[in-house]
């Protein structure tokens, strides 16, 4: 069983950066691309970026590109997520998930929680 | 860009009747890259159908998938009332990752 788990979540004015975190206790996080979904309240998910098992593919959806980084420590079974500039429009809950080959995505976190107000 | 379109937006069902979910993408999709996933209040998104008719670990058979092209169908042959959810699809093309705006099924 996977159990991937987010924190860095928070509140964060607009134009400011934060980054989340993602680890999985797990024994396989090496061999397994990844990725970030977020949810807006209200809203369906939306995909935001994805890093392959070796982090030699990354791919970031047009609404983040430029301003968040995704990255990951195979050695410390960790996934992060560098947030920049963010924007009110960027408040949701996001996700770290697992991407398999297809394209879906076979589990996921618990969520954190990205608030930005001024 | 592809584009998903689900409906109907709300399904009001009751216990143990069939649901039937449609997801249309606005290009033709490779059967591999469709799933559907549930979403319950408060909780993750839970992948139920990959490959547009493989179910995840775990999946209840009364859940299936079907469709090529540009439809797809997520069918609930007997509903539950631990059904009540909001359904999402989801397809893949070359870098990007899309979801569909979901189906709610309500459970009278």
């Known amino acids: 069983e996977v159990h991937l788990v987010e924190s860095g979540g928070g509140l964060v004015q607009p134009g400011g950066s934060l980054t989340l975190s993602c680890r999985d206790s797990g024994l396989t996080f090496s061999y397994y691309s990844m990725g970030w979904v977020r949810q807006a309240p209200g809203r369906g998910p939306e995909w935001i970026s994805y890093?392959?098992?070796?982090?030699?593919?990354?791919y970031n959806a047009d609404s983040v590109k430029g301003r968040f980084t995704i990255s990951r420590d195979n050695s410390e079974n960790s996934l992060l997520l560098q947030m920049n500039s963010l924007r009110v429009e960027d408040t949701a809950v996001y996700y770290c998930?697992?991407?398999?080959?297809?394209?879906?995505?076979?589990?996921w976190g618990q969520g954190t929680l990205v608030s930005v107000s001024s | 860009e592809i584009v998903l379109t689900q409906s109907p937006g709300t399904l009001s069902l009751s216990p143990g009747e069939r649901a039937t979910l449609s997801c249309r993408t606005s290009?033709?999709?490779?059967?591999?890259?469709l799933a559907w996933y549930q979403q319950k209040p408060g909780q993750a998104a839970r992948l139920l159908i990959y490959?547009?008719?493989d179910r995840a670990t775990g999946v209840p058979d009364r859940f299936s998938g079907s469709g090529s092209g540009t439809d797809f169908t997520l069918t609930i042959s007997r509903l539950e009332p631990e059904d009540s959810a909001v359904y999402f699809c989801q397809q893949y093309v070359t870098s990007i990752f899309t979801f569909g705006p979901g189906t709610k099924v309500e459970i009278k």
């Open positions: 890093i392959s098992s070796t982090s030699g593919t990354i």
């Open positions: 290009r033709t999709t490779d059967t591999r890259s």
């Open positions: 490959a547009t008719s």
């Open positions: 998930v697992r991407a398999r080959s297809g394209g879906y995505f076979d589990d």
